[in-house]
């Protein structure tokens, strides 16, 4: 456990990760965030060093995880020019979290040989609740070499390794997300609609979720969101307007593997719309606002369980 382990974006993905692994005796040495306040409040509960910038991150950590929003995000912390984590890399190996188009994966991996650096993807399918007791679902891509050298880190936030499987080279790992994420959003979408329409037909909805935990509606989804969708508790542990963006990611996938697929299509449009009416900061269970009886504005949430 020598390794200097540093985080750029601790929000509250990246942040519970960094507490886990230094609860499991890690040398979390340095946190970096665009909100800077957030990094030095993070830094301070963990004996960590704020760094102000990406080079910084560098100076300070031998192994790095990025926990960011999205392909732009990814790009800039990566960039050929200016403030880069590329700056002094040789040797770091780049653990990239998030959920990325497959080609930034394969591009940034050939940037990073050239500097001498190595990535890998380690693609999330938990949340919150996960991140912090280190039972995250791990879809790992990239040089399986590099995969060796720390899978004793990445045991720690998978359930011992319970949860983490190898798919294969840059972008697999990605691709897998995707998918993931396009038939959970698919599935969120179809119950929320499943549920709206019993609504309105005067069912009673405690035995409606009861009945579909019986039978073929019986979904993960169901488990985690049915009851959300009922009682209009949308705090957010998976926005709907990362929905959204994942939705354009494996419908991009979709259209280039020319498969046609009408049912992502329509989820996709149903996140794409919560964003664009204000929505998209509410829980990916919130899609229920647009399709139940009565509903469509933002309510307050209640205490949220765990999911």
């Known amino acids: 456990m020598n390794e200097r382990i540093g985080f750029v974006g601790v929000g509250r993905?990246?942040?519970?990760?960094?507490?886990?692994?230094?609860?499991c005796g890690f040398n979390v040495a340095v946190v970096h965030?665009?909100?800077p306040e957030t990094a030095r409040e993070l830094a301070r509960e963990l004996g960590s060093h704020p760094a102000?910038?990406?080079?910084?991150?560098v100076a300070h950590a031998d192994l790095i995880f990025t926990v960011v929003t999205d392909d732009a995000a990814m790009k800039r912390i990566f960039a050929s020019k200016g403030d880069s984590l590329f700056k002094g890399a040789k040797g770091r190996i780049f653990v990239n979290?998030?959920?990325?188009?497959?080609?930034v994966h394969t591009e940034l991996a050939k940037h990073a040989r050239k500097a001498g650096a190595f990535t890998l993807e380690a693609c999330m399918a938990s949340s919150i609740t996960q991140a912090r007791n280190g039972t995250l679902y791990l879809m790992i891509g990239g040089d399986d070499v590099v995969y060796q050298r720390i899978k004793h880190v990445l045991v720690h936030l998978s359930d011992d390794g319970k949860l983490m499987r190898?798919?294969?080279a840059a972008g697999r790992a990605a691709q897998m997300k995707a998918l993931v994420n396009m038939v959970m959003n698919i599935n969120t979408a179809g119950l929320a609609e499943g549920l709206a329409l019993a609504d309105a037909l005067g069912l009673d909805l405690g035995t409606v979720r009861e009945v579909f935990s019986q039978t073929g509606a019986a979904s993960r989804v169901l488990a985690t969101d049915g009851e959300d969708m009922q009682k209009?508790?949308?705090?957010?542990?998976?926005?709907a307007g990362h929905a959204a963006k994942d939705s354009g990611i494996a419908l991009a996938l979709a259209r280039k593997a020319r498969i046609n697929a009408p049912v992502a299509t329509a989820a996709h449009a149903q996140f794409s719309r919560m964003v664009a009416v204000g929505l998209g900061e509410l829980d990916k269970s919130g899609v229920a606002e647009l399709t139940f009886k009565g509903r469509g504005r933002r309510k307050p949430a209640p205490a949220k369980r765990k999911k």
């Open 13 to 23: 993905m990246g942040a519970n990760m960094a507490r886990r692994l230094k609860d």
């Open 232 to 239: 209009r508790d949308h705090s957010c542990y998976f926005s």
């Open 166 to 168: 190898y798919v294969g």
């Open 97 to 103: 979290c998030a959920t990325l188009s497959p080609a």
């Open 33 to 35: 965030d665009n909100r």
């Open 52 to 57: 102000e910038s990406l080079a910084d991150v």
